[in-house]
């Protein structure tokens, strides 16, 4: 997958198009990510004491990797990853649009 953990991201589709975030988890098995404060959903939980509250707990629900553009370091433009190789043989991502290796 071409984006990893702690990564910036841009949203392209859906009800949060346009918002910035990072990335919190990705689910390689699912090609999905999970995105800090974005796509949130409501998880209703019950009390387990006989005097605590029930509670309403927001989290990051998974979003799929292709309607999200990872965003250059460098250019801060949302971008695609393209692929170099290194004299040392190692397999570094790069912005397509700056050339720019991260």
């Known amino acids: 997958m071409k984006i990893k953990k702690g990564d910036q991201v841009k949203i392209t589709t859906g009800q949060?198009?346009?918002k910035k975030g990072?990335?919190?988890?990705?689910f390689l098995e699912k090609g999905k990510i999970s995105i800090e404060?974005?796509?949130l959903q409501i998880?209703?939980?019950?009390p387990k004491r006989e005097n605590e509250k029930g509670?309403?707990?927001?989290?990051p629900s998974p979003?799929?990797?292709s309607k999200v553009r990872l965003i250059c370091p460098k250019c801060n433009k949302p971008t695609r990853v393209g692929y170099k190789i290194l004299k040392n043989k190692k397999k570094m991502r790069r912005?397509?649009?700056c050339n720019q290796v991260f």
């Open 16 to 18: 949060d198009k346009g």
């Open 22 to 26: 990072k990335v919190l988890q990705v």
């Open 37 to 39: 404060g974005h796509n």
């Open 43 to 46: 998880k209703h939980t019950r």
């Open 55 to 59: 509670q309403r707990i927001q989290y």
């Open 63 to 65: 979003i799929a990797v």
């Open 95 to 97: 912005c397509v649009k």
